[in-house]
């Protein structure tokens, strides 16, 4: 039956209502999915983050720092810059330090270590022997600190700090027995059966051990070292990046190559890919890398390796005629286990070399410091690189970086970070000068101690943050690998499904490379209440010394992704039976 035009107008009017219901509808639904998307972007503390000055004068540059498990930072200076920031009235032989201009000249007059307290916020003085000027260093499962090599008579000295407990007041001691060779630039690595590896510097194409057996330890050749030197540039292959793999080998990358190396057989297992594009990454040339998190779920079997920046090919011969080449942008990820092996590139935010790269509890990485172009030496580099980056190792590509607050003191030649146990990343040194230089250059001498405070420390997330964690080891030294620990934390609601566990190994750090810095996602085997918000959670160990070699490590507890303050663990080994 055929329809009247009123019937047909009353129809085109409902059925534009409904359109204009559906569109309307439409954009709630948009709009609800949008805030929600916002909320969840902040809710994943990637913000900006916050600058924060904790000294005006630390009394030396911090060329080198490493954290110490009783909460205190060890920072090192080269000797042969001189005057210091801190004066002494006396040297270590006793004999007065006057005003006469040979005495300010002096360098035995002046600090050039020191141990900065983070509670108090305090710097004590420290005695090094030597002029540990481009030295590498480690930790051994006691707690102490190795320095080894460094420039000049130290190139072959071994230097030692701790163990102390709260309240010593600890000091530099030189080891009884030397390295047998020169290493100046070099790099160095904890083993899994508590020796140090020390890999390459300036002249050595070897590696050796420590403790040394005997004086005139062995020293084995690496002919990897030779055949990445680049004569022409500096060699582009000092401080070789050094990672301990889970089966025990290590990953060295020194220039733009690197190996699978079997340190026990003094054999190449394997040669990886070159990474893409044109530029080295060793010092002068200067990048950073890491070992992105491992991770209890598959087992500690995928280690995947990450380096950043670099500079430009020609870099370092063009800074010596006083012109700065933009230095490199791009990050290479690799998986270094299995059989399928492929450089991964991607672009950071803006070009970057003398970077430093922080793991965070969070799994995040924070790359900071550093400067946009030329190379590492005396005045190479120029345009500091202010703004941290934050990466994101889980996001899709092209989403992994956010860009953080800028900082407003330059972090250039000899500048350092680490994590300390709040969460928060400290930031020390900067000196492009070959001595401690204030006025009429373009980047002076820097003194200030800062700290990066990372956006999840801020009170608004208080109320996701695990408080008062506590880990109970039942009056043993420490947890055996493999074995199970409780954790006890108070949380002001139920955890979520996003409830994590890191245990982060400290790292020595100098010169953009944090010499065994690594961090496990751990597994918790059983969560339970007990009351008021107090949580026990199971965690098992990690497995074995290769994936963690033995000593102190910093556990987070990470609920959505806010870390609690992190507490000491030690891993040992079982005991024999």
């Not at 949008?34 to 990637?46: F, G």
């Not at 733009?256 to 530029?279: A, E, H, T």
């Not at 245990?503 to 996602?521: G, I, K």
């Not at 507890?557 to 080994?573: A, D, H, L």
Request: proline residues 5%; glycine residues 10%; hydrophobic residues 35%.
């Amino acid at each position: 039956m055929k329809k009247s035009p009123t019937s047909f107008l009353m129809g085109k009017l409902w059925q534009t209502r409904i359109n204009c219901i559906i569109i309307s509808a439409a954009l709630l639904l948009h709009c609800l999915i949008s805030c929600r998307a916002k909320a969840v972007l902040h809710h994943s503390a990637e913000g900006k983050g916050t600058w924060k000055l904790l000294l005006n004068n630390t009394g030396v540059v911090g060329v080198q720092m490493v954290l110490t498990h009783w909460n205190t930072v060890i920072l090192l200076d080269r000797s042969g810059s001189g005057r210091s920031g801190y004066q002494l009235r006396h040297r270590l032989n006793g004999t007065r330090c006057k005003g006469s201009r040979d005495d300010l000249s002096d360098p035995t007059c002046y600090v050039h270590s020191v141990e900065y307290s983070i509670s108090n916020n305090t710097i004590r003085r420290l005695n090094i022997m030597s002029d540990t000027f481009s030295s590498s260093g480690s930790i051994l499962s006691d707690g102490r600190i190795i320095e080894s090599g460094g420039f000049g008579d130290a190139s072959t000295r071994i230097h030692y700090i701790g163990p102390c407990k709260s309240g010593d007041n600890c000091d530099w001691s030189l080891g009884k027995k030397h390295l047998s060779a020169k290493r100046w630039y070099a790099s160095s690595q904890i083993l899994p059966d508590d020796r140090i590896i020390v890999v390459g510097g300036r002249g050595s194409f070897t590696y050796e051990f420590i403790p040394k057996m005997s004086t005139n330890g062995n020293v084995f050749h690496l002919s990897f070292l030779q055949q990445t030197s680049d004569g022409n540039e500096d060699g582009n292959n000092l401080y070789p990046i050094v990672h301990l793999s889970v089966d025990g080998k290590l990953f060295i990358f020194a220039n733009r190559d690197s190996i699978l190396f079997n340190y026990k057989q003094n054999r190449v297992v394997k040669k990886f890919p070159r990474i893409p594009g044109i530029g080295s990454r060793s010092y002068p040339s200067t990048g950073s890398s890491v070992i992105l998190p491992l991770d209890q779920k598959d087992g500690f079997r995928k280690v995947e390796v990450m380096i950043c920046g670099g500079a430009a090919s020609g870099a370092n011969a063009a800074a010596q005629q006083g012109t700065f080449l933009t230095g490199l942008n791009s990050c290479g990820r690799m998986v270094i286990t299995g059989n399928n092996h492929k450089w991964k590139m991607e672009n950071m935010p803006g070009p970057r070399l003398m970077n430093d790269m922080v793991l965070l509890p969070t799994g995040h990485v924070l790359i900071i410091n550093g400067a946009k172009r030329g190379c590492a030496g005396w005045r190479n580099a120029a345009g500091p690189a202010l703004e941290p980056y934050l990466y994101n190792p889980k996001k899709t590509l092209g989403r992994r970086f956010t860009i953080l607050k800028s900082t407003k003191i330059a972090r250039m030649f000899h500048s350092s970070a680490i994590l300390v146990p709040d969460g928060s990343v400290l930031v020390a040194g900067s000196n492009p000068n070959n001595q401690y230089t204030y006025r009429n250059v373009s980047h002076p001498t820097e003194l200030r101690l800062q700290a990066f405070i990372p956006n999840y420390m801020g009170k608004e997330y208080n109320h996701q943050r695990p408080h008062n964690v506590s880990i109970d080891i039942n009056g043993t030294e420490g947890i055996a690998y493999g074995n199970e620990f409780l954790v006890r934390f108070l949380l002001e609601s139920k955890p979520s499904r996003y409830l994590a566990f890191s245990a982060y190994a400290p790292p020595f750090t100098t010169h953009s490379l944090s010499m065994n810095q690594r961090l496990l996602r751990l597994r918790s085997t059983r969560i339970i209440s007990d009351a008021k918000g107090w949580w026990n959670a199971t965690v098992e160990a990690p497995p074995s010394a290769n994936v963690a070699p033995s000593g102190f490590y910093l556990l987070s507890v990470v609920n959505e992704g806010i870390p609690s303050i992190s507490e000491w663990i030690k891993f040992i080994q079982p005991a024999s039976t």
